[in-house]
């Protein structure tokens, strides 16, 4: 896998685009609501399925974050086919290791005219479109302690790459490893079900690690938010990636018109 530092840069981007797939890889990524925030969200679009997953979290930030996500997701993909976002519609790839019908999510029909990939944590959502497989992932950058415990379970070449930096920036740096690791398990479709010491997806090409090839992967660098997460996305695509930042608003509910006043008669003028 080729590696590279955070080199794809967010930039304020169509809250529409013309086409996910037309003009290489493209990234959207757009802000969750903060607790305490209650948007108006637009969830006409969404499925039985989405509603039902929706309206069985507990907490209303877990639920506004699913709903901005999935939304969004709709949104974009709806641009990209042409239709309505509520007409499209998702099947599942067969698992690479069994087979089964709990592959990487996708759009339906033996060749999609694109595929995607969707993430989203605690403030952020990211949202990915290419000609080919691709995975996304977005984390929030943990606490220090917190992640010992995990750091074990990774590949022997990235828990040296972590064991070699300051307790400082540690946490930091195994969240940009996390997020190149979930990527590529996503984009290859396997998930969290593949050992995760299997495959080396640190930063640093390694003479006694071998990255898996076919895959390009890069770490974003996500603009104002760089200090509190961290991103990857994982291609077959070696073109670099476009990362745009949607509006916080991109999934709200339109706002209803206000009624047109009408003058009451005689308070005009007559031609």
Do not use: N
């Amino acid at each position: 896998m080729t590696a590279a530092p955070p080199d794809t840069a967010v930039e304020h981007g169509e809250p529409a685009p013309p086409g996910p797939w037309s003009g290489g890889p493209s990234l959207w990524l757009l802000r969750a609501p903060a607790p305490g925030e209650r948007p108006v969200l637009d969830a006409s679009c969404l499925d039985t399925d989405e509603r039902a997953r929706a309206a069985a979290f507990v907490r209303d930030q877990d639920r506004a974050l699913y709903l901005t996500a999935h939304i969004a997701l709709r949104r974009l993909l709806g641009a990209g086919l042409g239709i309505a976002p509520g007409g499209v519609r998702f099947t599942r790839e067969p698992c690479p290791e069994c087979d089964g019908p709990h592959g990487r999510p996708a759009l339906p029909g033996p060749r999609p005219p694109f595929h995607f990939s969707l993430s989203h944590c605690e403030g952020l959502v990211l949202i990915g479109t290419a000609a080919g497989p691709l995975g996304v992932d977005v984390e929030r950058v943990p606490d220090p302690g917190s992640v010992d415990g995990i750091v074990k379970e990774l590949h022997p070449g990235e828990r040296a790459d972590l064991a070699a930096l300051p307790d400082a920036s540690r946490a930091e740096a195994f969240c940009r490893v996390w997020s190149r690791k979930e990527a590529y398990l996503k984009g290859v479709g396997v998930g969290l079900a593949r050992a995760l010491d299997a495959d080396y997806v640190g930063e640093r090409p390694r003479h006694d690690a071998v990255h898996p090839s076919g895959w390009h992967l890069r770490s974003l660098d996500l603009g104002p938010h760089r200090a509190t997460h961290a991103a990857a996305a994982a291609l077959r695509e070696a073109a670099p990636p476009v990362l745009r930042l949607l509006p916080d608003t991109y999934a709200h509910a339109p706002r209803p018109h206000a009624p047109r006043q009408v003058p009451p008669p005689g308070s005009g003028r007559t031609h």
